[in-house]
Each structure stands twice: as structure tokens, then as C-alpha cells.
């Protein structure tokens, strides 16, 4: 079935000079789409040229239209020579194929920016604006003013081949106002092609030909790509691919493989409810009756309540879901008043204290609990994935990083495997098999490790690889996991297990707060309450818990660090302990995943960027023996790594890791291992030992010795102090290692268990036999982020109390390479990463409080005796927690201690969910104080310094120009509307290096002109922001004597249009 | 180690208001740093040279590839390549276009072309500001000359238009562009004492009074002087003849004010002050003269008073009933002579006060 695109060169501008004799240009535009090509008339001696052409029509088949980019090409007319190029603009259709969106429902306090933009934005299939004109020999040349329209006719045919309409986001979230019905599973594919730059007409065509044959493959096929997975989540039943990710595997002689990854899924947008109270009064307005009813239309209509999410206090947020909750202040947005109006519907219903309000989680939801506890009902967890279509699902791999609370049940580690190929040129284009093979043998195993580990999927799965020459090093990784898996969406609400239902939840309140208080007050408390209601539930579930993996489990906070497997059946020897919380379950000593923190899960003190950097010298040898080489290295390297990675893991004090990357490059002469994570303190994980330092009898200097124990002591002890994880420490040392303070009766007679000298010693000791040892401690002591600098690698920092992210303040990308002698010792290495992370505190410095979310490295080693490091990471700007009351605001936390507190929990805290960083929880009154919420404070927009005694900064009101964002969140702002998403592949060569600044400036203007252009496309969607932004390929060759240089760049993510609060 | 690539890329261009004025002021990228280090940035901050080194560099490179678009203002909002928020492309643009008044006093009179550009070491030398600076600021005033310099409405409307420069440094500017309009003689020897701000205060004047008068019309334009006003100044003469009168009426005025051997040297010397400023007025019309204006008022005027060491004060004195008592007199009943009359001595009573450094 056939599209129509039409197309209208309007104007050029700031042309550059081609005919040097009269200092001006006649340029053209030639405008192609497939095999048809449309040309403008000359223009003459203008740089500004008016074309204002004619509607140039073409009808394409929709899969072309998913393939092919439109290509705008401006040329310079000459009577005499050949024409010249004068660059090109290279459109992605795909955005332009997405089903238009309904027009926005405008909310009260956006209203002003939505009217201003939805004029310009009618449907979504228009794209218009002034595009800079790239040229590979000279970066971008003028700009060109188009229009580009799409007319699409739907294609139900069962055996079509195009896949318009499935929409892709690079957000590994679920995207901000959407819900996502049923999680269909993993999606992949794969497509290989010859590189123009090895083919034989390379010898004889211009570099720019051939860079530009390049980048139109590169587009070609990433249309391709993206058009098959379309297809295949369409097989699935998805409607929407997320957590996509696409890669560009540059094999040199064998060819180009492009690969991608992602998540079917189907999304359904969460209306903008027209039943908000766009004012205070409204709410009181309303009676009982009247919201009852609202509720269920709400609930009926599979709409969901965004704002029940995100509760660290709600035992089972069934109600999981949709959007992610935007750790800014938009989250706050409307919801909280709907909140409310559930929560007294449900008092109307039963009769219940104050405070069990908290039921204001649906009715569904409920009978999820009861579901979950009496294994008959069934489980209600949207977003769904049902066993059924698990089990039918050739590889249990979602590739989102972020889940709805209640998602995820239990974590059971990261799991990877990697293999080493030798790449042989593809014979055969159609039938990409052996890459096809070699990426199902890595999936296997990757399925079979979660499996190992009594884990239904791996949730945040990626890959990866490594080349160098024609070996190749195929990564796979992801975080094994037990979820929920749902039978069905909608339940009946269970009126008789509500009453219960409610008592458990107001229990596992409590018991989290035991846990954390510790004093006896509560515990007397909780005890009779517990042995009322919940004794049945608990008792099944502790028979339940080891035998039979997928049940719900009441305690939410702890019970996702729960070992999801059965402790005699691992193969491999791991440390239980008992859960701190909740005494019942098992946890491992540490914890590492690939995710996101997820939201509800109870952690202590603050988070921290962890790094761990392992480089290994290999042989220089081609072909077979190469690859044997890497291979054999490959187990030492990730030992080392993971050795590392624990080691600094325990000197920072702290227990899990999340948003683990690992990532292998292969050198001619090196093998190098980089491992980033953000550490965190998970409080239901024991606290880690102190690491140990010991020497063999040849290891005389004892006193260096007790030096190194100090050194790492103090470092230990200040590291606590740095990220506040002292409170619990020193209740351990009050009680000599063990975890006090029993509270329940079950659990106490294990307590013995949790006795850390008798368990895990031996992983903490360190030896010291040379100096190189000690060298290697002195690696695990990183240097702190300066005063007013919160590093991590993850979306959110976790456990920011005091503070909350703002705004946008700046997206960073950073690229160093230098040469690196060969023969020296890691330590050497670590301080180029130190000294790259170091200039970004520099440059920012003006900008603290920041956050530094996000961060992405990425290391090649381009030449022998090259590394090259490159950092894409995201400031963020921190400000004042949005509520007054600091008694409210503790209470997000964790380690809130306050007995009081607890006492003083009236019902809106109850209801309103705290969200464990992030979420200003709402006042008592909650009507008025939404709206003032809404309005911004009386502060400039601009950033400007406030004197006051911490500097800090305020939510945005507005934006200027485009924000892009590796984050899949904007701070301050709601994401209105998804455009579609970006890929792009870009060259630049350069025959002047020398003349252009050097290698900087050749890398620094190139990114700069990438940005620009991926601006520039973003605004003729009509967005306003880039998230989920990514620079995953940044390959640069330079051959000095030539002065030569060539740079290639892959970036791209998702258009969105972002609102922000408008002044009332 | 020698890194061969290094950069730091954001979103929205940082600029770093040290590093750019550095840069404006000429300083190479080493100097910067050390400017930087000697500033004590690193004990601020507790970074390495290494570190501010990198910086800077990374700068320097984002300012290079500006500096085409900052000589088209405007287009600076417009291009794509770089997202710079309102705010710092104000200060981009500022910093920019500031000059010295020093650098720009060397400048006055000369002939804008590429010969004088070569010169320009020697006014570095002389005004101890870097070479670089100085050509940027020669780049600027040449391009904000030919910009300007045949556009119709007011000099200083236009260079704000066409160069988002904030009022005071347009004006100042426009005054650049008013003497080189005019063509005034300033490079003069016995001119060399005036500072640039003299002649800005001067050209300020003269344009505010001795321009045709900014009636509405598309043609009004005050690089130009009103040629009728300047042939009208000729009917002064006039009072040469009635130079008695005159004199009486301002010894009588001044006496109470001047010390007596200051009164008798005004006495003594009256006729030659009158004659030169009247004599001045009459001879403006011509082309050759009114070049010649600051030259003349410094022969002609201040140079006697500064031999006879009058005070400031005694000029100023001096002045304002030399012009007022010309307005007590007959000769100057009918309207449009004493309103030439006004127009000229607003003018020529700052002018002197201004340059009569004493």
C-alpha cells in the first residue's frame, strides 16, 4: 500500500561561497526518494537563495517509506564544469509515519505553552523548518528551509511488510503518558550488508562519494532494521517498541551489521483525564458519590493512577505502572487530587481508622494481594506479561531499564556472557545467518544463566561488541529477575478480602518502619497487629518463599532484594544472609544489576558512581591465533573486573550496584575491561566488611602494611560518613556485627546466620604480596566528586534527601585520546578516567548543585598505542525539595528515624505516595497545595543565584531552544508528546587537520555540527527535546602524514515536546 | 602526556566570561592559562594546570569557530550550529564589540584599510594593548563603519540594530563613526593630549546639536551636518563688528569674578578670543575648516588661555557670559540668528571645557 510524501524546497540560507570568481553561488536543490528524483530551478547568485518551489509528490510503498530517507541535495550549478555538491540533508521518515496523536487535552497549568505550540505542531505528520545542509568534506553549509508531508494509507494486510505506526522510543521507560498494557517480550534483528568504504569502486570514486554512499546505507538499513522489529512486535501483538537500541557494527572487509534490540510492547495513552480538578475548590466541590463514580470510570477505563506508583510504603503497587513517574516536580502534577477522591470513595465503602486510607489503591488491587497470597486469584500487575506468552517467548529479555513498582519481584543478579568470533565476509547479504547464530548462542546462554539463577527474564539486556581487525567480541548482559506475571487485567473488586487487605498493608508499613526504627515502642506496636491480620498471609509465605519463586510477596521493600533462587541449587558458592528488613528472606551478600533502582525498594544514604578499569596486555597476532589470544584472556580480564568492581564496591561501604556496564574492547596489543555502576546501599543487604588486608610470610614490611589497613579503614569510615550510611553502621557495631534487635519470633532463632565473621570473610580479604598489590588497593580509593557534586551513572540519584533535581542544566559529551605507552600498570589508566571526570567537575563548577546523572563511558583502543575515551553524561540541576515541612520529607526516606513521624502519619501520607528521591509528597492539603505546586515559585526562571546561604537552582518555567537528554525524564516538565525517534550515522573527513585546530578541533566542531543537526530535526518535528539521547559510535581515524582525518558519529534517541509550568 | 584529542561538547555553548574576555583581549591560549593560574584558580578550585589547560583550550576552539557569526551579530541568533541562550549570546556579543579608548584613539582620523591594519603593532605598542585586540577592535570599527556608513536614520539606532549592542557602547560607536564620517582632523601633533573620550563627548555634542534635526522624514541622518545651520553661522560676523558692545557687557559681567590680573588680561585680550570664536563660526561652511575644528579650537582658543593659565572655572565663566551677553545685544534680535547662535556655543562651550584639560 502506498504513502504519499510531498515535498517543498522553500529556501537556503548562509550558502557558502562556490564560484569564487563572483563571491556567490547558484545553487539548486535536487530532492530524491528511492529511485525518483525532483530538481529545483537555479537560484543564481544568491548564498540566501528563494526556491519556493512546487509541491514535489511522490508515492511510495509504506515499507520504502520505513527504508528510505528522503534525500535533499544542494548543488551549485555550473554552465561549464560539473555541478558541485554543495551538502545534504538526509529526512527520517519514520517519525512522520506514527499514527497522529490525538490533540493534547490541556491541563490547567500548561495551557499557555500548549496553545502556543500545538498551532505549529497539527498532526503528526509534518515536518518543516530550516535544516543545516552537512556536507562530509566540509560539515555543515548553509541551512535549507522544507516542508515534508506524509500521507499515509493504512495497511491491514496481514502479509505486508512494512510496520508504519509502531512507534519506537529509545527510552528504556516506560514512556511518560503512556500505559503500557501487556509487555509482549524482546524483539531483535539484524541486517548485513557490504561497507562502499571496502568495496573496489572505492579506489576510483572521491572520499565525499564514498562517505556519502556510507551514510545512505547506514540510513537504509537502520530503516530496515527498525521496520523488521516493527514487524515483529506487530506479531506479537505490540503496538510499540521501547528500551530500543540500535547498534552499527563496523566489521571493515566482512561488511556493516546493523543490529537492534528492544521491547514489544502495548501502549495505550493515559488520557489526560478531563475530570481533574483544574482548581482547588473543585475537589471539595465534589462529593463522596460523585468521585465513587469517577473512580470507576477512571478504573474501568484501564486508565491508572499515575501517582499510586512510586510509593516505598505501598505494599503492593499493583496499580504499577504506565508512566514513570518523572522525579520532578511535573509528577506532583494533577494526580494526587484523584488520589484523594479514590481514597474517600473507598471510605465510603468501608469504614475504616484514618489511616488506612492508603487503600486508596484500587479495587483491583486488592484482590491482586489476595490473589498473590492464596496462588488462586489472579495476580493483577500492569503492565502484564502472562506465563503463557513468557514461556513462549524464545528469549525472556526485556530491555527496559526502569519498571513499574511491583514489576519486579525479585532480583537475582546481573547476568552476561560473551563470545569471541572471527569475522569472515558474508557471503551471502539476504540470509545473515552466521551473525543471526552467533547472537542465539549468546542469548542461550544468557537465558540459561537467569535461568540457573530460579529467574523468569533478565530485564535491562543489552549488547554489545568489540572489534578489532576480524576478531570479534560479542557481548550479551542483562539482570536476571523474577517478575509478576499477570492472568488477567481486570478483577472484580473483592469487597471481603479488602478488609484484610488493608490490614496487610498498614503491617508491612509498620513492619518497614520497625525495621528501620528499631526501637521497642514500635515494635510492641506492630507485634499485635501483625499476629491479627497478617499471621495467615505470613505463614504461607514463608513456607512459599524458596520452593516457589513466583509469588507475591507482602513486603515490598525488601522482598526484590529476595534471592529468587533456591540457596542449595545455585552452582556456584554465594553468601545468604537474612534480610534485614524483614528477617524472613534470603539476600546475598551484594547485589549487581543492569536496572535502574526501582522504585520502592529501601535503601540507605546516598548513591555514588563506581568505576572499575582492568587493562590487560595480549600478543599482537592476526587472524585465528588473535582470537584465541582475546579468548583466553577474556576470563582473567572480567575476574579482575568483577575482583575490582567488589572490592571498591565494600571501600565505599555499600552493597549493590545498579546500572552496571560492563564493557570489553579489544586492542591489537591490549585487552581492556571498563565496568561502571552506580553503588548503593540496599538496606535489606548486609552492611559489607571492611576490606582486610593481608601479606604472605615474604611481605616483611609490616608496618606498610598496617598502613594500607588504616588507609582503607579511614577510607571506609569517611566514605560512610560521605554517602550517610552511618546510622545503621553504628547500630551494627552496637551489637558486634550482627544485625540487632530481633522482631519477630520466626526469625529470631536464625539470627546466628547473620553473624558476618563466620560468613563471607574470605571474599574480603585482600592480598598483598608486592608492591603491585598495593598499588592495586591504592586504585580502590577514588578521589570524592567536589562539594556540591552528586555523581551517578543511573537516571535518579538515590537517596537525595535533601535535595531534588530541577532542571535541565547541561548535556555533556567528552572525548579524549591519547597515546598510551605500553607496559605500564593499570593504575595508570584509572588516572585518565579520574582526570576526564575531574575536567567535567571543572567545567561545571559554576554550575553546582548538580547532579551528574547518567554518565556513559566508552573506551576503544583505536590504534596499538591508542586509547580513547569518550563521556556522554547529563548535569542536572538540584534545588530545594519542594515542601515546607522537612518532617514530611523525611519520611521519603528510608532511614527516616523518627518515631514521630510515624506517629504523626495522617492520612495524606498514606496516600500520597513518597517517591523514594524525588516526589515532593503532598501537604495534608492537598488542594490548595496542588495548585502551588503548579505555579511556579517566585523565583526567575533564568538561573541566577539566589543569595541565599546554599546556592541552588529553581525549576525551569521555560526553555530555551532544545534540550537533549541521555535521561529519559525532564526535570521540571511533562512530557507532552513522543515525536517519533532519531538515528543517525554521520561522517566527516577532513583533508586540512592541521589548519582546522588539530584533532580537537576536527572532533570538537564535528560534534558540534552533530548536535546542531539533531536540533534542527528535532525542531521541524515540532519537539522541543531529545530524550533518551545517546552517542553510542564515535570512531576517528587519523593518518597524520596525510593530514588526514575521518570521524564517524552514531546518534540519535527520541523527539518529545515537553511543557513546562507555566506562570499560574 | 600529550592527549592528541580533547574536547568537552555541550548542549547549550558554555562560555566562560574570564576565559572569553582572555580571548577578546587577545592573550593565546597559554597566556590564558597562565592569566588563570596567576588569578589563583587552581587553588580555588583545586584543579591542575593540566585541567585549566584543557579548559581553556576547549574554549578558545568554541569562541574560534564563533567569531565568524560575531561579526554578523544578528546572524548569531539565527545560525543552528550553536545553541547559546539569550543571555550569554548578549554577553558574547558585548564583550566582543568593547574596545579601548586608547586603541580606538589611535584609530581616529586614520584611513580604515588594510595598510593601517599592518601599522596596528605600533598602536599596540603604544597603548600596551595585545596586537590581536587591537585588530579586532580595528575589524570592528571597520565593519561597523561600512555597515553603517551610508545607511540613513540615526548612526546609533542603526549600529543597534544591526549589531544588538547595548546603548552607551553603540554611541560610542557612533561617534567613531561621526568622526570618520566628517573626516575631523584628530591626529594632529597638538592634539595628541585628547583622550577618546574628549572627542566621544565632543562628537556627542556636535551630533545632538549641529545635525539636521530628526524630523520623521527617511533622509534625516546625523552623520551629516546641517549644511543650512553651518551657512547660516556666517551672519555671526556680525558681531566682530559690534565686538565693543560685546566686550563691555562681558567685562562688566566678569569682573566680580575674575581676579584682577585675570580681568586685565581679558581686558587686553578680548578682541582675539571673539575673533577666533566668531571667526571659527563663519568659516565652518567650509568643508576644509570644519575638519580642521578641533585643530582650530586648540590653536586658536585654548592655547592662549592656557598661556595666561586660566582656571576651569575662569573658562567656564568666561564662556556662558560671552554667550549670554551676545544674546543681550541688538544684533542678535532677530530669531534665527540667535538661535545659530545658541546651537553654536552649546556646542563650542563643551567642546572647550571639555578639551581645556588645564
Known amino acids: 500500500m502506498p504513502g504519499k510524501v510531498k515535498v517543498k524546497i522553500l529556501a537556503g540560507r548562509n550558502l557558502p561561497v562556490m564560484d569564487r570568481s563572483s563571491d556567490t553561488t547558484d545553487a539548486y536543490v535536487e530532492v530524491k526518494l528511492g529511485n525518483t528524483t525532483y530538481k529545483t530551478d537555479v537560484c543564481r547568485k544568491s548564498l540566501n537563495p528563494q526556491w519556493n518551489s512546487e509541491w514535489y509528490r511522490y508515492e511510495v510503498d509504506d515499507s520504502e517509506l520505513q527504508d528510505e530517507p528522503l534525500q535533499i541535495r544542494l548543488m551549485d550549478h555550473d554552465t561549464y564544469s560539473a555541478n558541485d555538491a554543495i551538502g545534504k540533508v538526509y529526512l527520517d521518515l519514520n517519525p512522520l509515519l506514527l499514527p497522529a496523536s490525538p490533540a493534547p487535552v490541556k491541563s490547567s497549568w500548561n495551557s499557555e505553552n500548549t496553545t502556543t505550540t500545538s498551532t505549529s505542531l497539527k498532526g503528526g505528520s509534518v515536518m518543516s523548518g530550516w535544516i543545516p545542509v552537512f556536507d562530509t568534506m566540509h560539515g555543515i553549509r548553509g541551512e535549507v528551509n522544507i516542508i515534508v508531508k506524509v500521507e499515509l494509507f493504512s495497511d491491514f494486510n496481514k502479509f505486508r511488510q512494512s510496520s508504519c505506526g509502531v512507534q519506537f522510543f529509545c527510552s528504556p521507560v516506560i514512556p511518560q503518558g503512556y500505559h503500557a498494557q501487556v509487555v509482549h517480550g524482546f524483539v531483535e534483528e539484524l541486517v548485513v550488508n557490504d561497507d562502499p568504504e571496502y568495496q573496489w569502486i572505492d579506489k576510483i570514486r572521491t572520499p565525499r562519494a564514498s562517505n556519502e554512499a556510507r551514510q545512505t546505507l547506514f540510513f537504509k538499513l537502520s530503516g530496515e532494521v527498525q521496520r523488521k522489529i516493527g514487524l515483529k512486535a506487530l506479531d506479537l501483538g505490540g503496538n510499540a517498541v521501547i528500551g530500543y537500541n540500535q547498534c552499527f557494527d563496523l566489521e571493515g572487509e566482512s561488511g556493516i551489521v546493523v543490529r537492534g534490540i528492544g521491547t514489544a510492547v502495548t501502549l495505550t495513552k493515559i488520557q489526560e483525564i478531563s475530570v481533574q480538578p483544574p482548581l482547588p475548590f473543585d475537589i471539595t466541590a465534589i462529593d463522596d458519590r460523585q468521585q465513587q463514580q469517577q473512580q470507576q470510570q477512571l478504573f474501568s477505563g484501564g486508565e491508572e493512577e499515575r501517582q499510586l506508583t512510586g510509593s516505598p510504603q505501598q505494599a503492593r503497587p499493583v496499580s504499577s505502572t504506565s508512566s514513570k513517574i518523572s522525579p520532578s516536580p511535573a509528577k506532583l502534577s494533577n494526580l494526587p487530587a484523584i488520589h484523594r477522591r479514590s481514597s474517600d470513595s473507598d471510605l465510603s465503602i468501608t469504614p475504616k481508622g484514618s489511616y488506612m486510607k492508603r487503600n486508596s489503591l484500587t479495587g483491583s488491587d486488592r484482590s491482586s494481594v489476595m490473589g498473590g497470597h492464596l496462588r488462586q486469584g489472579p495476580a493483577v500487575v500492569r503492565p502484564s506479561m502472562n506465563q503463557e506468552s513468557l514461556d513462549m517467548m524464545e528469549y525472556p529479555f526485556l530491555t527496559m531499564s526502569k519498571y513499574p513498582p511491583g514489576f519486579i519481584m525479585h532480583l537475582g543478579g546481573t547476568v552476561s556472557s560473551r563470545s569471541v568470533k572471527l569475522l569472515e565476509r558474508i557471503t551471502n547479504l539476504e540470509e545473515p545467518e552466521t551473525r543471526d547464530a552467533w547472537w542465539t548462542e549468546i542469548r542461550m546462554e544468557v537465558r540459561s544463566h537467569a535461568r540457573a539463577l530460579g529467574c523468569n527474564v533478565v530485564l535491562g539486556y543489552s549488547e554489545n561488541t568489540s572489534i578489532c581487525d576480524d576478531v570479534c567480541v560479542l557481548s550479551a548482559s542483562g539482570t536476571a529477575a523474577v517478575i509478576n506475571l499477570q492472568f488477567s487485567t481486570n478483577v472484580e473488586q473483592d469487597t471481603s478480602g479488602q478488609h484484610l487487605v488493608s490490614r496487610v498493608h498498614m503491617h508491612n508499613k509498620e513492619l518497614m518502619t520497625t525495621s528501620l526504627d528499631r526501637t521497642d515502642f514500635e515494635r510492641e506496636k506492630t507485634t499485635p497487629q501483625k499476629g491479627d491480620f497478617t499471621l495467615p498471609f505470613m505463614q504461607g509465605s514463608k513456607v512459599r518463599h524458596l520452593s516457589d519463586g513466583y509469588e507475591l510477596d507482602p513486603v515490598s521493600t525488601c522482598s526484590v532484594c529476595h534471592i529468587p533462587y533456591s540457596e542449595c541449587s545455585v552452582p556456584f558458592r554465594v553468601t545468604m544472609l537474612k534480610c534485614a528488613i524483614c528477617r524472613r528472606g534470603k539476600v546475598p551478600d551484594v547485589l549487581f544489576t543492569t536496572i535502574e533502582l526501582p522504585e520502592g525498594v529501601s535503601t540507605t544514604g546516598k548513591g555514588c558512581f563506581l568505576q572499575a578499569y582492568v587493562c590487560r596486555p595480549k600478543r599482537d597476532c592476526r587472524g585465528e591465533l588473535n582470537a584465541k589470544e582475546i579468548s583466553d584472556g577474556l576470563p582473567f580480564l572480567e575476574y579482575e573486573l568483577h575482583r575490582l568492581l567488589i572490592n571498591k564496591l565494600k571501600v565505599k561501604g555499600m552493597n549493590s550496584i545498579f546500572g552496571l556496564k560492563v564493557q570489553v574492547s579489544i586492542g591489537e596489543k591490549m585487552l581492556v575491561g571498563l565496568a561502571t555502576g552506580t553503588a548503593v546501599y540496599l538496606t535489606p543487604l548486609p552492611m559489607p566488611p571492611v576490606p582486610k588486608v593481608s601479606a604472605d610470610n615474604t611481605w616483611a614490611d609490616d608496618k606498610k602494611l598496617t598502613e594500607i589497613q588504616k588507609l582503607l579503614q579511614d577510607t571506609v569510615k569517611k566514605n560512610r560518613e560521605v554517602y550517610q550510611l552511618k546510622p545503621l553502621i553504628e547500630l551494627e557495631f552496637q551489637s558486634n556485627g550482627r544485625i540487632p534487635a530481633s522482631d519477630t519470633e520466626e526469625s529470631d532463632d536464625e539470627l546466628p546466620d547473620l553473624d558476618l565473621a563466620t560468613g563471607n570473610k574470605d571474599t574480603c580479604v585482600l592480598e598483598v604480596d608486592d608492591a603491585e598489590d598495593v598499588d592495586v588497593i591504592s586504585l580502590l580509593i577514588d578521589p570524592h566528586p567536589p562539594e556540591g557534586f552528586y555523581v551517578v551513572n543511573t537516571e535518579t540519584v538515590p537517596g537525595l534527601d535533601d535535595q531534588e533535581i530541577v532542571k535541565n542544566l547541561q548535556m555533556f559529551t567528552q572525548v579524549w585520546r591519547a597515546k598510551i605507552p605500553t607496559g605500564q600498570p593499570t593504575s595508570v589508566f584509572s588516572k585518565h578516567f579520574h582526570r576526564l571526570l575531574q575536567s567535567v567537575y571543572f567545567k561545571l563548577r559554576r554550575m553546582v548543585p548538580c547532579a551528574l546523572c547518567d554518565l556513559q563511558f566508552g573506551v576503544e583502543l583505536p590504534e596499538p598505542d591508542e586509547l580513547q575515551i569518550s563521556v ?104 507532552e508528546r513522543y515525536l517519533g525517534n532519531l538515528n543517525f550515522f554521520f561522517i566527516r573527513e577532513s583533508t586540512c587537520i592541521r589548519e582546522g585546530g588539530g584533532l580537537s578541533g576536527f572532533v570538537h566542531s564535528f560534534v558540534t555540527e552533530v548536535l546542531a543537526i539533531v536540533r534542527a530535526h528535532v525542531t521541524a518535528l515540532g519537539g522541543n527535546a531529545m530524550v533518551a539521547y545517546f552517542m553510542s559510535e564515535c570512531v576517528l581515524y587519523h593518518n597524520p602524514h596525510k593530514n588526514q582525518g575521518q570521524c564517524l558519529i552514531n546518534v540519535g534517541g527520541d523527539v518529545v515536546y515537553v511543557s513546562y509550568y507555566s506562570e499560574d | ?91 558574547l556579543i558585548e564583550k566582543y564589540y568593547e574596545f579601548d579608548g586608547a586603541v580606538i584613539r589611535e584609530l581616529l582620523g586614520k584611513k580604515l584599510s588594510s595598510r593601517h591594519r599592518k601599522d596596528l603593532d605600533e598602536v599596540s605598542e603604544k597603548t600596551c594593548v595585545l596586537l590581536k585586540s587591537c585588530r579586532r577592535q580595528f575589524d570592528n570599527v571597520k565593519r561597523v563603519f561600512k555597515v553603517v556608513e551610508d545607511m540613513q536614520g540615526s548612526v546609533v539606532q542603526n549600529i543597534k540594530t544591526n549589531f544588538l549592542l547595548p546603548e552607551e557602547l553603540a554611541r560610542r560607536y557612533g561617534a567613531v563613526v561621526f568622526i570618520a564620517c566628517i573626516k575631523f582632523e584628530t591626529s594632529k601633533k597638538k592634539l595628541q593630549y585628547l583622550t577618546f573620550p574628549d572627542f566621544y563627548h565632543c562628537a556627542q555634542s556636535i551630533m545632538a546639536s549641529w545635525t539636521y534635526v530628526d524630523n520623521g522624514s527617511p533622509e534625516y541622518d546625523d552623520t551629516e551636518l546641517d549644511r543650512e545651520f553651518l551657512l547660516d553661522l556666517r551672519e555671526l560676523r556680525i558681531l566682530l563688528d559690534k565686538e565693543k558692545e560685546h566686550k563691555h557687557l562681558v567685562c562688566q559681567k566678569l569682573k566680580p569674578q575674575l581676579l584682577e590680573r585675570s580681568y586685565q588680561e581679558l581686558d587686553s585680550n578680548f578682541r582675539s578670543y571673539t575673533r577666533a570664536l566668531v571667526g571659527l563660526a563663519c568659516n565652518l561652511h567650509r568643508s576644509r575648516e570644519l575638519r580642521s575644528l578641533f585643530l582650530e579650537l586648540v590653536e586658536r582658543c585654548l592655547e592662549p588661555w592656557r598661556q595666561v593659565s586660566w582656571s576651569h572655572t575662569d573658562l567656564r565663566n568666561f564662556l556662558s557670559s560671552y554667550y549670554q551677553c551676545a544674546l543681550e545685544m541688538d544684533v542678535l534680535r532677530e530669531a534665527d540668528l540667535k538661535n545659530s547662535w545658541e546651537r553654536y556655543m552649546t556646542v563650542i562651550t563643551s567642546c572647550l571645557l571639555r578639551m581645556y584639560h588645564a
Open chain 1, 872 to 975: 556522554l553524561g547529563m548535569a542536572l540541576g538540584l534545588g530545594e525539595p519542594e515542601r515546607p515541612s522537612s518532617k514530611l520529607k523525611k519520611k521519603t526516606v528510608v532511614s527516616s528515624t523518627s518515631k514521630e513521624a510515624i506517629k504523626k502519619a495522617d492520612e495524606c501520607e498514606l496516600i500520597f505516595n513518597l517517591d523514594e528521591d524525588h516526589v515532593a509528597p503532598e501537604n495534608p492539603a492537598a488542594a490548595p497545595l496542588q495548585v502551588q505546586l503548579g505555579c511556579p515559585r517566585p523565583h526567575s526562571p533564568l538561573r541566577i543565584k539566589i543569595p541565599q546561604s546554599k546556592p541552588h537552582h529553581t525549576p525551569p518555567r521555560e526553555r530555551y531552544g532544545v534540550d537533549m537528554t541521555p535521561l529519559s525524564y525532564v526535570p521540571g516538565g511533562k512530557i
Open chain 2, 1 to 91: 602526556m600529550f592527549a592528541d584529542v580533547d574536547v568537552f561538547i555541550s548542549n547549550y555553548t558554555l562560555v566562560d566570561p574570564e576565559v572569553y574576555q582572555l580571548w577578546v583581549d587577545g592573550c593565546s591560549s597559554s597566556e590564558a592559562v597562565t592569566a588563570l593560574n596567576q588569578r589563583g584558580v587552581i587553588q580555588q578550585t583545586g584543579a591542575t594546570l593540566e585541567l585549566v589547560a584543557s579548559d581553556v583550550l576547549d574554549h578558545y576552539r568554541t569562541y574560534s569557530l564563533l567569531e565568524r557569526l560575531l561579526h554578523n551579530p544578528p546572524k548569531l541568533a539565527e545560525q543552528l550550529a550553536f545553541q547559546i541562550e539569550p543571555q550569554t549570546r548578549r554577553l
